[in-house]
């Protein structure tokens, strides 16, 4: 506390003397050193990386404010998106644990060159060679089949859509998991299996490892455009934490509205 308002070091640039200053009553901080300045959405999307609605979403929950919603988002029919980031969610807790749990996977991983800390950093897991370990796990079947996690059988119940497969989350601007790609780790035809078209994940739209790279770096010069998973994780190991990839398919348009939403250039490196 500083009078009115409240000093603190600067979370924008390295200082041993606060020079950073939040007003309450004038509802901004500035920072007499490096000059960053701002409102609590600017703050978010500053200091979190987040896009602009994400950050007014997160402000909106902390208030218990409901914000108005679009045409698309009130239409009635379509899925709740909170039941579904639930079921990502225990997914990928649950994919991660197993991971830990098997050498043999670990084993698999050190082969690759690919060290601990990056694992964690990228939230690798495993998907057991078992038709229903997540099924079992999960509570809500109905909204983890709608997520892309399960499908339904047709004599009923549900089995798991990933089986004995390396596990890469894909997460979006805020850190969520909202699909996945798993790489076999037996015989399977398809080397890699991305999750399908959901309400939360659109291939076209998404990019592998735009999340990490935008935690690592606070300004993002260019961004790296490379062909798979083990590539963005490869390249980050070796200092190159701007390297993201698309999710087995052609790069659209929209990945280019994406990528220059983040960038002012886009190498591409296949």
């Known amino acids: ?35 960053a300045h701002g409102t609590a959405i600017s703050f978010l999307m500053e200091y979190d990386r987040l896009e602009f609605r994400d950050a007014v979403e997160v402000l909106a929950h902390a208030a218990g404010i409901e914000i108005p919603q679009d045409a698309q988002a009130r239409d009635t029919n379509a899925p709740r998106r909170d ?20 050498t043999s996977v670990i084993e698999y991983l ?21 038709w229903d370990a997540l099924t079992q796990r999960v509570q809500d079947k109905t909204a983890a089949e709608t997520a892309g996690l399960l499908i339904q059988r047709d004599s009923g119940g549900f089995f798991d859509r ?3 497969r390396l596990m890469f989350p894909i997460r979006d601007t805020r850190g969520r998991t909202i699909a996945f790609g798993g790489r076999t780790l037996g015989d399977d035809k398809a080397k890699y299996l991305n999750s399908p078209e959901t309400p ?11 999340f990490e790279a935008r935690q690592a770096l606070r300004d993002l010069p260019r961004l790296l455009v490379v062909e798979g998973y083990m590539d963005v994780i490869a390249l980050a190991q070796h200092g190159f934490v ?5 999710l087995g398919t ?21």
């Open 110 to 130: 050190k082969s690759r060159g690919v060290t601990g800390e990056m694992a964690r950093s990228y939230g690798l897991g495993f998907a057991p060679e078992r």
């Open 250 to 270: 052609a790069t659209t348009a929209s990945h280019l509205t994406t990528l220059f939403r983040h960038t002012q250039e886009v190498v591409f490196c296949f």
């Open 200 to 210: 939360l994940f659109h291939k076209s739209d998404q990019m592998y490892g735009l």
């Open 1 to 35: 506390k500083s009078g009115r308002e409240f000093a603190a070091c600067c979370p924008f640039h390295d200082e041993k003397s606060p020079s950073f200053t939040v007003s309450p009553t004038k509802q901004f901080y500035h920072c007499f050193g490096c000059g």
């Open 242 to 246: 701007n390297a993201v990839a698309t």
């Open 83 to 102: 039941p579904l980031f639930d079921a990502m969610g225990a997914a990928d807790r649950f994919y991660r644990g197993e991971l830990r749990r098997s």
């Open 162 to 164: 990933f089986r004995n």
